[in-house]
């Protein structure tokens, strides 16, 4: 509940794990017993030193051609354009039509200008306008595609399959771009800005080499993420008051071991502690408390993601941290392949991606200081940016303390869980939310209806 996750190859089941990533199991057709577990392949930062402009030319040429294989000559296709950088990408890289699929509540800032950007690229852009109860409705009409890891308001997608049938044959999105390819999940430092309770970011690497120095990393609960725009320019120094009865240090001492070759986090082997910390996100997928966006996807519509290539992921590995801190490499790619969507500003901190880091960095900081001292936001779940303000709409359309409460025996019935805290807790109500309507939860936690056949929550 704590870290929106579980971490590994655990799940939220006793007794019930997740075949290992990158890995071939073995069983014996006849008896049904598992003979090995082979795992061909795990994420090592092995940096390897070259000009930047280097990495930004073969990174542009791999994600070219990870594009053109994903795609056919006879087929339509949609990006989830924003109105940042990774989804900007797609359409510098290719000269085959793409449709701008934007997700919005309205055509605010965000939705103009990911308009530009199509416009400027001579694609379609089609806004796919978002109903208020639209995350609300994900608890009912998608949350059995979710694995229980993050919260039933990562399924963005979800509601839309009827309009992406209709447009294309398969959409591309840039999700988890950030994470491999920018500062996004790389521990850093923070300065603390008083009497504000926000911390921004020091684009300095924050090495990791001890157990402790990982639990640190670990128990930072949104993973030393700090968002590109001016929603996520800072963050909250306060973590959320969230149900569980186990401390937060026991429940990632109990998932951590160390021997003298790797060390693992809920079963899944890393090289070294600095491994686990800059992988542990996207190693595996299921591991993000983004999950659910990523198989909401999946399971709404054909679904690609070049990022996700093996070509760049190798690639990946050998880029020095500084430049995944400051280097900016797919917006210097954008401006390589197509400098006219480059200079197009960044919804939020309005500055063209080919402005260098250190311009980018202050006017992204100032638009975060502009953002916290004058909000421009409407007075109901709209925004300027992606996304509503969620907590608006669940208050408004889900009634959540009663839900909760006439679900109170099914929620006290869940292992490591307490009602007391649910009862006071200031944080977590999404997921609690997912957790408690969730199908796969209904089926094996409603009162006196465990067997020794179903499994058992955690």
């Not at 000559?73 to 039509?97: K, M, N, Q, W």
């Not at 800072?234 to 790797?262: M, Q, W, Y």
Request: charged share 25%; net charge negative.
């Amino acid at each position: 509940m704590h870290y929106k996750r579980v971490f590994g190859i655990r799940t939220v089941f006793e007794d019930v794990r997740q075949v290992p990533p990158a890995s071939i199991v073995q069983f014996d057709a006849r008896t049904g017993e598992k003979l090995r577990t082979e795992t061909y392949w795990t994420p090592t930062y092995a940096p390897v030193s070259k000009p930047l402009e280097e990495y930004v030319d073969e990174f542009a040429e791999r994600f070219a051609d990870a594009l053109e294989d994903r795609m056919r000559e006879d087929g339509d296709y949609g990006v989830l354009l924003s109105g940042g950088s990774d989804s900007r990408l797609f359409v510098a890289a290719t000269d085959e039509p793409l449709v701008g699929l934007h997700m919005n509540d309205w055509l605010n800032e965000e939705a103009r200008v990911a308009k530009q950007v199509a416009d400027t690229s001579g694609n379609e852009f089609l806004l796919l306008e978002r109903e208020p109860d639209h995350y609300p409705s994900i608890l009912d009409d998608g949350i059995q595609y979710s694995n229980l890891n993050g919260a039933y308001t990562q399924g963005h997608v979800i509601g839309f399959d009827e309009e992406l049938r209709e447009e294309v044959d398969v959409i591309f999105s840039g999700h988890l771009a950030d994470s491999l390819y920018g500062r996004s999940k790389v521990p850093q430092f923070e300065l603390k800005i008083p009497g504000t309770g926000e911390a921004a970011e020091i684009p300095i690497y924050k090495a990791v080499d001890t157990l402790e120095e990982t639990i640190d990393i670990l128990s930072d609960t949104d993973d030393y993420y700090f968002g590109p725009t001016y929603n996520g320019t800072f963050r909250s120094g306060n973590p959320e008051t969230v149900p569980t009865d186990d401390s937060l240090h026991d429940i990632l001492s109990n998932a951590c071991h160390v021997d003298e070759d790797n060390v693992e986090l809920g079963n899944v082997e890393y090289d070294s502690f600095e491994d686990l910390a800059l992988y542990n996100y996207v190693y595996p997928l299921t591991n993000a408390w983004s999950a659910f966006h990523h198989f909401s996807y999946v399971q709404t519509h054909p679904y690609r993601n070049p990022f996700l290539d093996r070509r760049l992921v190798t690639l990946q590995t050998q880029i020095p941290i500084e430049y995944r801190l400051r280097g900016e490499i797919v917006n210097k790619a954008i401006a390589k392949l197509a400098p006219d969507l480059a200079a197009i500003p960044r919804a939020g901190t309005r500055t063209p991606l080919d402005r260098s880091f250190p311009v980018r960095y202050v006017w992204r900081h100032w638009s975060g200081v502009r953002r916290l001292l004058f909000s421009s936001e409407p007075d109901d779940h709209r925004t300027q940016g992606p996304w509503p303000d969620k907590s608006f709409a669940r208050e408004k359309y889900l009634a959540v303390n009663d839900q909760i409460t006439t679900q109170k025996e099914k929620t006290q019935s869940i292992p490591a869980i307490s009602w007391k805290d649910v009862d006071k807790s200031s944080g977590g109500t999404d997921r609690i939310l997912t957790l408690i309507n969730h199908p796969a939860i209904e089926s094996v936690v409603e009162t006196g209806s465990e067997t020794d056949d179903q499994p058992k929550v955690e």
